[in-house]
């Protein structure tokens, strides 16, 4: 499994990769939400190519016909801390 950081600010990360069974996957961390998710990591968004769309804590429904990257995308700008790198 492949596992990268493709966005990161102070309160928002976006990790993505290849797994050989699940294919592409995005997860997104926020950690001012780390005490309202059942792990305690403050995951909001996990997709993946074979399961799609498993945890949606974004606010955005997924059911507006918008891309997983578009979701995040819109997570991020309407969240984002001090960013180090864009998406």
Known sequence: ???????????????????????????LYDKEK?????EGEGLIYDWSMFFGT???YT????????????IIREYIKENKGDAHDNI
């Open 1 to 27: 499994m492949s596992r990268i950081t493709l966005y990161q600010d102070k309160r928002l990360t976006l990790i993505g990769g290849e797994d050989h069974m699940l294919g592409s996957f995005l997860q």
């Open 34 to 38: 780390q005490d309202e998710t059942p």
């Open 54 to 56: 498993e945890t949606n």
């Open 59 to 70: 606010g955005i429904p997924i059911d507006t016909g918008k891309k997983p990257i578009e």
